[in-house]
């Protein structure tokens, strides 16, 4: 498997070399800017690319959108930003996953392992506030229709479905069928789970 490693800080670059370099049949080349990144691209048959975003010149989405025309490569972003919005965003752009700094050097490793094998991968406490937010992951809560967000905004109040099934004036198995499409379209299994995402999330 060969892996670009694109990162200007040579000590970083180091690190994660020996870091990968553990790995069975992992080929580690570098990069220290967006055009060296580029030319590699272009030329080599690369299986992975680790993007640090924040890169002097030509860096951040724009290198990110360019790697994925000029390459098919999978591209796992490693960035000093653990704020979901960077997370969001570098998905949007064609990223495949998304680590920062903070992870741990095993959580790396499985974030290499899972994007090159095809998957995708966020840092977990980054993929949780992703979903969340309903930012980047999954169906987000921001394309639940206006009866579902009522029906969310019902159960962070404590309301059974019964009682939601009452105050909307419909009959209970028309709000637990609605209950079971909003499971799916949020990934979770359980009403237990929908309450806990009203609540975290804020819709009241």
């Not at 272009?42 to 790697?67: F, T």
């Not at 741990?104 to 969340?132: C, F, H, K, T």
Request: hydrophobic content about 50%; proline content about 2%.
């Amino acid at each position: 498997m060969r892996i670009l490693l694109v990162e200007d800080h040579a000590i970083v670059r180091d690190g994660l070399k020996r870091l990968l370099g553990g790995l069975a049949g992992a080929e580690v080349m570098e990069a220290a800017d967006g055009r060296q990144a580029l030319a590699l691209a272009r030329a080599e048959a690369i299986a992975l690319i680790i993007l640090d975003l924040n890169l002097p010149g030509l860096g951040g989405l724009e290198l990110l959108r360019r790697l994925v025309a000029v390459s098919s490569a999978r591209i796992l972003v490693l960035s000093m930003h653990a704020e979901p919005l960077y997370a969001a965003r570098a998905l949007d752009a064609g990223a495949a996953g998304y680590v920062s700094k903070n992870a741990s050097p095993d959580e790396l490793v499985a974030a290499v392992q899972r994007v090159a094998g095809g998957g995708r991968y966020v840092e977990g406490e980054i993929a949780q506030a992703l979903a969340l937010q309903g930012a980047a992951l999954g169906q987000p809560i921001g394309q639940l229709s206006a009866r579902e967000m009522e029906i969310m905004r019902l159960l962070a109040a404590g309301n059974s479905l019964a009682e939601i099934a009452e105050a909307l004036g419909v009959g209970y198995k028309t709000v637990a069928n609605t209950a079971s499409q909003m499971k799916l379209k949020l990934g979770v299994a359980r009403t237990a789970d929908l309450v806990r995402l009203a609540i975290e999330t804020g819709v009241s």
